[in-house]
Every structure is written in structure tokens, then in C-alpha cells.
């Protein structure tokens, strides 16, 4: 399986802010996706990023509060905008070719 | 939205013995994953199971995909302080993961 690294590994904001979370796989992958891990819990999916096109959103995530990029096959970025509190989370990125395998995520936590 | 019953949500055992983990269902899918995360890091891919049926092994491991394809169960054999971790399953239908709970195991030795 391709080897998944994202940026940074961890950050403390201040509520207001926005982050930017960078994931780079080391080879093409057919699909990319942006999951959150709240503390203590499972994995939630946020959205399908499309190559050169909008991402795909579940039930409860929105564009304006996660927009997303992926300008090419092997890189993603998911921002969290204006955050608070409760957007402490660990932010992973996955890519699938056959089955789906995970960056090491990214520890946020908001103050 | 939709998650997997995961059970048990942990486990407490001594190193050698063996432990299973099952994950239930109301909805059918296309394939079955099992994952274990260890603490600071991403979930690993253990086992991936795509047919009704299927029994599939990785080293101690032992996995099956449910006959009615709304279950799954993950066996570990004669566990060591290594298998220690978060292990969830996964149900796939097209491309979205829905992830069980997670079943945290403790081995002590």
C-alpha cells in the first residue's frame, strides 16, 4: 500500500482561526477522504475529496467550515475553518486504490 | 449517521490467550475491514474481506465476513503485549467506511 504523511502532526489554535492540514500520498490513488476521530471515538467521514472538482460532503459537514482541495491524484488539503472548541479533534486522511489506508492524522486542539 | 455495533468495547486478557471481536449490522455491504490504531498513530489496515463467507487469515489473525453480509468477527490467537490497540471494523458500500466503535484490548504478560 501507497504511504500517506500529513502536516502538521499536531497544532494548538485559538478559537476564530482556521487551519489548513496538508496530505500527501506517495503514489496515485484512485479516491482521497478526510475523516475525524473526536476524542475517544471512532472515525466519522467529512467528505470525498474529487480531483479538480468540489468535494463530496456527508450529512453534517459543510463546504464553508471544511473546504477542501485536491488539485492532483497524490495531494489533499482540508482546512477547518473558524474553529472553537469543539473541532478538538485527530483529522485523518485515507486513500484507496483497492482498500483504504490512513495518514497518522492530525491532533488538533482548539483553545 | 449509520454506525456498526461493535462489541465488546474491551477486553482485558492475559498474554497467550486468544480474543474475538464481532461487528454487527442492520444494512448490507460490499465489504468487511478490520483496522487496529495504536495511540498517536492512523489506523493500519489488518484484514479485508470482500465475499459472503469468506474466512480469511493474516499471521494470528482470523477474520470472516458474515453469511448474511451484516457481520463480521475478528479472532486473535495466542495474543502477545504487541497486539495491544484500538481495533475497529469497517463496512464498505461503493466507497464511504462506516466504522464500528472500536474494541480496545489490553494484554498483560
Known amino acids: 500500500s501507497a504511504v500517506i504523511s500529513q502536516k502538521p502532526s499536531r497544532d494548538i489554535c485559538q478559537r476564530g482561526t482556521s487551519l489548513t492540514i496538508q496530505c500527501q500520498v506517495d503514489s496515485q490513488v484512485t479516491m482521497m477522504f478526510w475523516y475525524r476521530q473526536q476524542p475517544g471515538q471512532s472515525l466519522t467521514l467529512i467528505a470525498t475529496?474529487?480531483?479538480?472538482?468540489?468535494?463530496?460532503?456527508e450529512s453534517g459537514f459543510v463546504i464553508d467550515k471544511f473546504p477542501i482541495s485536491r488539485p492532483n491524484l497524490t495531494f489533499s488539503t482540508l482546512t477547518v475553518s473558524n474553529m472553537s472548541p469543539e473541532d478538538s479533534s485527530i483529522y485523518l486522511c485515507s486513500g484507496q486504490v483497492n482498500e483504504q489506508f490512513f495518514g497518522p492524522g492530525t491532533r488538533l486542539t482548539v483553545l | 449517521g449509520q454506525q456498526l455495533n461493535q462489541s465488546p468495547q474491551s477486553m482485558f486478557i492475559q498474554e497467550g490467550e486468544d480474543v474475538s471481536m464481532n461487528c454487527t449490522s442492520s444494512s448490507i455491504f460490499n465489504t468487511w475491514l478490520w483496522y487496529k490504531q495504536d495511540p498517536g498513530e492512523g489506523p493500519v489496515l489488518l484484514i479485508a474481506?470482500?465475499?459472503?463467507?469468506e474466512l480469511t487469515s493474516n499471521g494470528r489473525l482470523t477474520a470472516q465476513f458474515g453469511i448474511t453480509r451484516k457481520d463480521s468477527f475478528l479472532n486473535i490467537s495466542a495474543s502477545i503485549p504487541s497486539d495491544v490497540g484500538i481495533y475497529f471494523c469497517?463496512?464498505?458500500?461503493?466507497?464511504?467506511?462506516?466504522f464500528g466503535k472500536g474494541t480496545t484490548l489490553s494484554v498483560s504478560s
Open positions: 475529496a474529487n480531483q479538480g472538482s468540489e468535494a463530496t460532503y
Open positions: 469497517a463496512g464498505q458500500r461503493r466507497t464511504a467506511l462506516i
Open positions: 474481506l470482500y465475499k459472503a463467507g
